[in-house]
């Protein structure tokens, strides 16, 4: 696991980075927790569990889709596309939770202007390739749910973050959007696999497949202004969240 240093090491000083922004403003001050504690004292915890299985797939698959859980590219660009039919992103100060390698991060510096990119991962082996790969992206490991984000985000995104099957599937998500949630200033979009009704599937797999009206009743419970895109594919879909503007 990462040491302060290691994430200081990620919000680099200055630097010309071309069309990324270079300015440190997602402060992430890791918590003195550390995964290897945890591990040490056999502590089964669902951040380490799920740390685990992705650099299970790293060791097998190295830079590819199937590290991520993905079957191929093409179901995370799926996804992505999703994100920039609703989102400009022009402009825009962006938090991509569980970045994996960073892909989306270019994809936004490609095609929009000025974004301010941070990805941020818990599988360190991630952030690395993604590092080498795209040097001028801003990526940082980091858990959201622990660790602290003191930065605001325009648009706060996460795309396969909540697909895994843990122990308490719906109460995870709700902590989890609620969480994400607290750290945009405008919208949050995630996806997730599922649909309604909710697709059957065996409790033994590494992926838990959601009701998205059930999802999408608890984050009206924290916004009204919510989209719901389920129109790209049978078992997964994307969520808008926006925050009440008070002259809205
Ligand atoms: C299915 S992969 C998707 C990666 C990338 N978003 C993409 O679409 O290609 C989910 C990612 O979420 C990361 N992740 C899971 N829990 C996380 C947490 N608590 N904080 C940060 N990243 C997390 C995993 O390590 C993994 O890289």
Same mark, same amino acid.
Request: aromatic share 12%; charged share 30%.
């Given at each position: 696991?990462?040491? /302060?240093?290691?994430?200081?090491?990620?919000?680099?000083?200055?630097?010309?980075?071309?069309?990324?922004?270079?300015?440190?403003?997602?402060?992430?001050?890791?918590?003195?927790?550390?995964?290897?504690?945890?591990?040490?004292?056999?502590?089964?915890?669902?951040?380490?569990?799920?740390?685990?299985?992705?650099?299970?797939?790293?060791?097998?698959?190295?830079?590819?889709?199937?590290?991520?859980?993905?079957?191929?590219?093409?179901?995370?660009?799926?996804?992505?596309?999703?994100?920039?039919?609703?989102?400009?992103?022009?402009?825009? &100060?962006?938090?991509?939770?569980?970045?994996?390698?960073?892909?989306?991060?270019?994809?936004?510096?490609?095609?929009?202007?000025?974004?301010?990119? /941070?990805?941020?991962?818990?599988?360190?082996?991630?952030?690395?390739?993604?590092?080498?790969?795209?040097?001028?992206?801003?990526?940082?490991?980091?858990?959201?749910? /622990?660790?602290?984000?003191?930065?605001?985000?325009?648009?706060?995104?996460?795309?396969?973050?909540?697909?895994?099957?843990?122990?308490?599937?719906? &109460?995870?998500?709700?902590?989890?959007?609620? &969480?994400?949630?607290?750290? /945009?200033?405008?919208?949050?979009?995630?996806?997730?696999?599922?649909?309604?009704?909710?697709?059957?599937?065996?409790?033994?797999?590494?992926?838990?497949?959601?009701?998205?009206?059930?999802?999408?009743?608890?984050?009206?419970?924290?916004?009204?202004?919510?989209?719901?895109?389920?129109?790209?594919?049978?078992?997964?879909?994307?969520?808008?969240?926006?925050?009440?503007?008070?002259?809205?």
């Amino acid at each position: 696991m990462k040491s /302060t240093n290691d994430i200081k090491k990620f919000y680099p000083p200055k630097r010309n980075t071309g069309s990324v922004s270079s300015r440190v403003e997602a402060k992430i001050v890791p918590l003195r927790r550390d995964f290897a504690p945890d591990e040490a004292r056999g502590k089964d915890t669902t951040t380490v569990r799920l740390r685990e299985l992705y650099q299970d797939k790293f060791k097998k698959y190295g830079d590819d889709p199937k590290s991520l859980l993905w079957k191929r590219k093409g179901a995370a660009h799926q996804r992505f596309r999703q994100f920039w039919a609703e989102i400009d992103f022009n402009n825009k &100060k962006v938090l991509d939770i569980g970045c994996g390698f960073g892909e989306f991060g270019i994809f936004l510096v490609k095609r929009y202007k000025n974004v301010n990119y /941070t990805g941020i991962d818990i599988v360190p082996e991630f952030i690395n390739v993604g590092k080498k790969k795209y040097p001028n992206l801003n990526l940082a490991v980091a858990d959201y749910l /622990t660790d602290k984000i003191k930065a605001k985000f325009d648009v706060v995104i996460a795309s396969g973050v909540l697909n895994s099957n843990v122990s308490n599937n719906m &109460k995870f998500r709700e902590k989890a959007i609620a &969480k994400m949630f607290s750290l /945009t200033s405008d919208v949050l979009a995630f996806n997730m696999l599922g649909g309604h009704p909710q697709p059957k599937f065996t409790n033994d797999s590494n992926v838990w497949y959601a009701d998205s009206l059930e999802i999408l009743n608890y984050c009206l419970s924290l916004t009204r202004r919510v989209i719901l895109r389920a129109n790209y594919n049978p078992h997964d879909f994307t969520i808008f969240m926006y925050k009440v503007k008070k002259s809205v």
